[in-house]
C-alpha cells in the first residue's frame, strides 16, 4: 500500500511539474528529508528517487523557470567551494570505499543547498518550502509524539516509523530538527499566507509544537534537552512582555516535571555524572583522539576517517556504601572506531582545517545575515512586516542546530542545508526588493494629450 501510495505521489510530480517546476524542488525537499524509500517494502528501494527529483528539479529550472531576476550569494560560493574540498579529500581518503558511501549523499545535499536559492525568487516560494520541511520534519515528529505519550519511551527505544537509526530517524537529531523548526512553526501562526493564521491552522501548529518538545523526552536525549533550554532564551528576544513570558515558562516547566518518565529524568540526571556514562567519556576521547590527528593530518583523512581511533577513557562510577561514605569505581576502558559525535569534530577530522574554516563560515556567516535583515526591517514598510520575524526564526533555528551539532556527528545533514538555502533566497530575495525600490527612471513618463 504504501509503495503505490509513493508512485501515485511520483505520477502526479511528474503530470503538472513541468508547469510548475518549483513542485521538482519541493519534491525533492521531502524526498531528502523524510527519505520514502525506507518506508517501503519493495518498489522504491531499488529506484534513486532522490537522484531523479534532484535532476528534475534543475532540468525544470533552465528549462522553464524565470532566471532574469536571479541572483548568486557568496555563501553559495562557498558551499560549492566545500563541495570541491570534500571531492578532493575523498579521492585521498584513508578509508576510500567507506568514504565513497558517504560521498554519495553529502555531494547531493550540497549542491542542493547551492543551487536551491536559484530558485527562491518570491515570498510564496520561500513560504513554500520552509511549509514542506516543516510539514515533512513533522510526519516524523508526529509519530514521536504519539508513541511518546503512549509509552513514554526510552533512549533508543522509540521507534519511529523505521528502525533504521540514521538521518533524521536518529533520536538526537530528530530532537535538534524538532526544537530547531518551532520558531519557524510559530512564525506560520503569525505571518502565514499559504494556509491563513486561522484557528484552525493555529490549533494545528500550537499542537505540532507540543509534539516537537515531546520528540526529547521520548528519545531520552540530553542534546534535545540542552536545545528546548536554548530555544527558551532564544525566544526573550522576540516577546515583547518578557516578565509573564519568564514567569509562564517557569510556572510550565514545574508543572511538567511530575509528568516526565523515568527513563527521561534518570537519563538527564548522567548531564551531572558524565564521567559514568561511556557515551559521554567516549565522545571527550574521541575528540582528544581527533585533535592529535590533525597535527599530522592537517588537511583531514577524508570521510569515515574515525574508523582508524583507538582511544582509552576512564570510567567513574560513585556508589552510595552508607549513610556517611561514598565508593568510587575507577576502570580504564578500551574502544576502537568510535564515530565523532559531534559536527565540528567531524569536519575537523575529516576534512581537516580548511574545511571546518569553510563550513563555520558558511553557518557564521548565516547568523549574520539573519540578524542584519532582522534589524534592516524591525520598522517595516507596508507588506514586509513578515520579513524581520522570519529572518530572526531562521537565525534562532540555525543557532539551535550549532548548539546540537556540539554532540551529534551532523555536519552535512541535508535538513540544515535547505535551511541554509532559505537564508539565502531571503537575503537575496530582500536585496533584490531594495534596488527595486531604490531605482528611479531619470525621466517622468511623458503624459499623452488629446
Known sequence: MRDLAFVGFLAALLAFGFRRPFLFVLAYAYIDIVSPQRLTYLLLNSVPISMIAVGLAVAGWLAVDDKKDVRVAP?????????????????????????????????????????????????????????????????????????????????????????????????????????????????????????????????????????????????????????????????????????????????????????????????????????ADASASTRIAVWKWTMDYVKTHPMGGGFEAYRQNQIRYEKVAVQQADGSTAKIDRSLEVDKARAYHSAYFEMLGEQGWPGLAIWLVINLAGLFRMEVLRRRYRKPEPGQEWIAPLASALQSAHVIYLLGAVFIAIAFQPFVYMLIGAQIGLDTYCARKRAESAWRPLRKARVATA
Not at 520541511?133 to 505519550?149: D, E, N, R, Y
Not at 518551532?182 to 486561522?198: M, Q, S, Y
Not at 509528568?259 to 548531564?271: D, G, H, K, Q, V
Request: proline share 3%; with cysteine.
Open 75 to 275: 555563501r553559495q560560493f562557498l558551499i560549492v567551494l566545500l563541495l570541491g574540498y570534500c571531492f578532493y579529500t575523498t579521492l585521498h581518503a584513508d578509508f576510500p570505499i567507506e568514504a565513497k558511501d558517504k560521498w554519495e549523499w553529502v555531494w547531493k545535499a550540497l549542491a542542493f543547498a547551492a543551487f536551491l536559492p536559484l530558485t527562491l525568487r518570491t515570498r510564496l516560494r520561500i513560504e513554500s518550502l520552509l511549509l514542506f520541511m516543516v510539514l515533512s520534519a513533522a510526519s516524523i515528529i508526529i509519530v514521536g509524539g504519539i508513541k511518546t505519550v503512549g509509552s513514554g519511551g526510552g533512549y533508543g527505544e522509540l521507534n519511529l516509523m523505521v528502525t533504521n537509526n540514521s538521518g533524521l530517524y536518529e533520536g538526537s537529531t530528530i530532537s535538534t530538527v524538532a526544537i530547531a523548526i518551532i520558531p519557524l512553526i510559530v512564525w506560520f501562526t503569525r505571518h502565514g499566507t499559504i494556509f491563513a493564521p486561522d484557528w484552525r491552522v493555529k490549533t494545528f501548529c500550537y499542537a505540532l509544537i507540543f509534539a516537537c518538545l515531546l520528540i526529547p523526552v521520548g528519545t531520552s536525549t540530553r542534546t534535545g534537552l540542552l536545545c528546548i533550554g536554548l530555544l527558551a532564551l532564544l525566544m526573550i528576544r522576540d516577546t515583547k512582555r518578557k516578565f509573564v513570558y519568564l514567569a509562564a515558562l517557569g510556572t510550565l516547566g514545574l508543572a511538567a516535571i511530575p509528568f516526565l518518565p523515568s527513563a527521561f529524568t534518570e537519563r538527564m540526571e548522567t548531564i551531572k555524572t558524565y564521567q
